[in-house]
T-cell receptor, first 114, second 114 residues
Framework: DGGITQSPKYLFRKEGQNVTLSCEQN?????MYWYRQDPGQGLRLIYY???????QKGDIAEGYSVSREKKESFPLTVTSAQKNPTAFYLC?????????????FGSGTRLTVV | GENVEQHPSTLSVQEGDSAVIKCTYS??????FPWYKQELGKGPQLIID?????GEKKDQRIAVTLNKTAKHFSLHITETQPEDSAVYFC?????????????FGKGTHLIIQP
């Protein structure tokens, strides 16, 4: 079955540590997105990518980095520069960035600073 | 850019009653409006969407209405059941534009009382 997989489901980060969240899709979608979700804040866009080897900052990119070396993969690194990283992170994909298609979301990664 | 407002933030209804969630958007060029359902600890799932060339769309107990003149759209759930309890997000986008994809509302927590 086609879908989008995020791993790990739970992740714990120590102060000053970088961590990488994985996102893989086998839907042959061109566009991929990372969102951060905090209680009462809805979904806030961190980074997005329309094609391989290209990505753009979203509304809250500071303290995060991404890469898009393969169409299927869009990993997110939460760096030590992100002062409040505890949140639920969602990856999504869509057929392309400009079409009338909804997103397919992964099941999320819950990141906690310890 | 697009701005999407969603109300109410929390909605409690008796099982069997109807629930209505409303969203307004700011960009008159927006023409694609999906709704997502997010269960606890999971990623959002697309439940219904509507494009600007229609005013209403139904899928069993779920319906969405769109008023382009007033720039608002609503989700209607009839004969609510316990499994309808979740957070619901509306979203909007301009077809062919907005490479950053969908703009989401902040979500409505729907509680179905037994």
């Amino acid at each position: 079955d086609g879908g989008i997989t995020q791993s790990p489901k739970y992740l714990f980060r120590k102060e000053g540590q970088n961590v990488t969240l994985s996102c893989e899709q086998n839907l042959n979608h061109d566009a991929m997105y990372w969102y951060r979700q905090d209680p009462g804040q809805g979904l806030r866009l961190i980074y997005y990518s329309q094609i391989v080897n290209d990505f753009q900052k979203g509304d809250i990119a500071e303290g995060y980095s991404v890469s898009r070396e393969k169409k299927e993969s869009f990993p997110l690194t939460v760096t030590s520069a992100q002062k409040n990283p505890t949140a639920f992170y969602l990856c999504a994909s869509s057929l392309d960035g400009g079409s009338d298609y909804g997103y397919t979301f992964g099941s999320g990664t819950r990141l906690t600073v310890v | 850019g697009e701005n999407v407002e969603q109300h109410p933030s929390t909605l409690s209804v008796q099982e069997g009653d109807s629930a209505v969630i409303k969203c307004t958007y700011s960009d008159s060029a927006s023409n694609y409006f999906p709704w997502y359902k997010q269960e606890l600890g999971k990623g959002p799932q697309l439940i219904i969407d509507i494009r600007s060339n229609v005013g209403e769309k139904k899928d069993q107990r779920i319906a969405v209405t769109l008023n382009k003149t007033a720039k608002h759209f609503s989700l209607h759930i009839t004969e609510t059941q316990p499994e309808d309890s979740a957070v619901y997000f509306c979203a909007a986008r301009v077809s062919g534009g907005g490479a950053d994809g969908l703009t989401f509302g902040k979500g409505t927590h729907l509680i179905i009382q037994p």
